[in-house]
């Protein structure tokens, strides 16, 4: 399918039941306008589609990537770091959501499918698992914007009035339908979501300088002299990538893009070229769904970060909470035994501090202080376990100390051996981070 015959399918002429399309957005054909009002799509949210890229590579997350792609790597003991997203999709009632894979995807769509099975059809919801089609181009995705272009298809098929593009690989809690009434108050093409972050940290993001009534004046990826927000001298605006798009808007701007030789990518190329055409692009304040002050968004794209967020969750008072009836964080459900502690003697004590405890795991007559212990975790007697995080079926071996480090899954530690404590070993045998983090792969043999 050309560009052209792209254009000429999306855009179709007007109708005499235009009275039903919002001005500027997508003009719909009238058997679709007709059949969407049979479906008795009232509200807002029902018109939204969501699009998750989850098809990047995770190189900075290697060997946590080495046989599965970056959303779903096991986080917090019991979930998958897609389930984040996908829970807040659900929780603003968002219930049309394509995955767009492309790497190492085996393990994230079964994830989908054991856990995310509660979409019901008959109401026109769905999450669908979509690798690469190459409908239009014989290649794989070449960029978040390429990713979009190539599954055209799937909203010409949809038809929604407005596409919400979110990442797999965030740690956080929103209300998408918040940020829909903003974009809807504004007319506006395109909403991208910010949050407020230090002037020194600005190279890491896309940041956004918007005028009063928060539209966007300037967009620049990662840039080297930020502008600040001019009432607040301290912190810049960073692009959170969620974006809501007008569908007619996105469609257009990424078929405009397939045809450059750019990079592909919204943050880059997409956002940018819009505000320098003049579309009314603007940023949406992130709202923070935790219970505690303050915001909590994390950007799980090392594996520095990934190991903080993690840490984050141990603390006495977490400022992410998983224990929120109000915003629920969903998962796989997992058969097996409650978690427990053997004590076999005062010499022999289980010893259990600010840690999680995951189904089946056992701590039998040793000291966890500061730890994650993912599904049927066991940690023998004497056995000392500080500032970490294990995955699933993780066995550690009596007399063990290990401290500062993050053990795939399948791992079992012989007795008697450290990890943590001598940083040129650890160095010699495993992958380590600058700060001292290591991390042990999936299913190494000692």
């Known amino acids: 399918m050309n560009d052209t015959t792209l254009e000429e399918n999306f855009f179709p002429n ?175 093409d395109v909403t991208v979501s910010c949050t407020k972050v230090p002037l020194a940290d600005a190279s890491r993001f896309g940041i956004a300088h918007t005028s009063s009534d928060g539209r966007i004046q300037s967009f620049a990826e990662k840039p080297q002299n930020p502008v600040a927000i001019p009432d607040d001298p301290d912190h810049c605006f960073a692009s959170m990538g969620v974006y809501l798009f007008s569908t007619d808007v996105l469609v257009q701007s990424v078929i405009n893009d397939v045809k450059k030789d750019t990079e592909h990518d919204f943050g880059k190329n997409i956002i940018p070229q819009m505000v320098k055409d003049g579309d009314r692009v603007f940023a949406y304040q992130f709202e923070d769904e935790n219970p505690y002050d303050g915001i909590y968004w994390r950007d799980i794209g090392t594996l520095e970060s990934y190991y903080e967020a993690n840490m984050d969750l141990v603390r006495a008072t977490p400022q992410f909470s998983l224990y929120d009836d109000h915003w629920p964080v969903r998962r796989r459900s997992q058969p097996g035994p409650p978690g427990k502690t053997v004590t076999y003697s005062p010499e022999r004590r289980a010893d259990l501090h600010d840690s999680m405890l995951s189904t089946g795991a056992i701590v039998s007559g040793s000291h966890v202080d500061h730890s994650i212990l993912g599904p049927r975790c066991f940690i023998h007697s004497w056995a000392d376990v500080r500032d970490s995080v294990l995955f699933d079926d993780v066995e550690i071996g009596r007399h063990c100390k290990i401290r500062r480090a993050i053990i795939d899954k399948h791992v079992k530690i012989p007795p008697h051996t450290e990890i943590g404590y001598d940083a040129e070993a650890d160095k010699a045998r495993f992958t380590c981070t600058e700060n001292g983090i290591v991390i042990v792969p999936k299913g190494m043999i000692f």
């Open 14 to 188: 007007t109708s005499p039941l235009d009275q039903y399309v919002q001005p500027g957005k997508v003009r719909y054909a009238p058997s679709v306008v007709r059949a969407q009002l049979q479906r008795g799509r009232t509200s807002p949210e029902q018109e939204v589609v969501v699009m998750l890229l989850a098809g990047g590579q995770g190189e900075r997350l290697y060997p946590l990537t080495k046989d599965r792609a970056k959303p779903a790597v096991p986080f917090g003991g019991v979930y998958r770091i897609i389930d984040f997203t996908l829970s807040n999709c659900l929780n603003s009632g968002l219930r049309r959501i394509f995955v767009l894979t492309q790497y190492k995807s085996f393990s994230l769509q079964r994830h989908i499918q054991e856990a995310w099975n509660l979409f019901n059809p008959l109401l026109g919801e769905f999450i669908d698992v979509v690798p690469p089609q190459q409908r239009n181009v014989k290649r794989w995705y070449q960029g978040t914007a390429d990713a979009v272009f190539q599954n055209i298809y799937a909203l010409e098929q949809e038809r929604p009035r407005w596409v919400l593009l979110v990442s797999g690989d965030h740690v956080y809690k929103m209300d998408y339908s918040k940020m829909l009434d903003f974009h809807l108050q504004n007319n506006a």
